[in-house]
């Protein structure tokens, strides 16, 4: 159970989280809400780390993860067809509401099947600070991202907390 517990769901999980911080919420935006928090933005080693290194490790282990894959025995034990299903099956539960939401959101979105896809990777006006000072400046430099069509992954404006 270890295998299907930890292995395949932890790798892909972590693996999407990366793809999602870096590339569809944004470096900039996470590196401004880290500055907001602890008062400087991380270098460019954790950017690095985040859009590359992270990710292809992660899904470098995954694949080897797979393509090593054996069925699990106890001993001599041979597990039963049956087991090994629900070992699957304990592994998808926390890896399908991924693809099943994103669909979902896509679905209920208005316009094109291209209009729907951008409208789901634009931040939320609803993300920000909950601290009230953190979030009139949060929602004043993020506004354009808010306000254009445009994917959350192109270049964002830098916030500016020192007058915070």
Known sequence: ?????????????????????????????????????????????????????????????????????????????????????IGWMLASVSVVPIPVMMVKQIYQAKGTLLQRIQYTLKPSEKWGPYLQKYRAVYKYTHSADLETNALPFLPERRLDVSTA
Not at 16 to 36: H, N, P, T
Not at 54 to 79: D, K
């Open 1 to 85: 159970m270890d295998w299907y517990a930890a292995a395949f769901s932890v790798c892909t999980i972590a693996f999407f989280e990366c793809i999602v911080i870096a590339w569809i919420y944004g470096s900039d935006r996470l590196f401004d809400d880290i500055k907001m928090m602890i008062g400087y933005r991380p270098n460019i080693w954790w950017r690095i780390c985040w859009h590359f290194i992270t990710p292809i490790l992660l899904l470098t282990i995954l694949v080897f993860t797979l393509v090593n894959y054996e069925r699990p025995v106890y001993g001599t034990y041979q597990y039963p067809d049956w087991s090994i299903a």
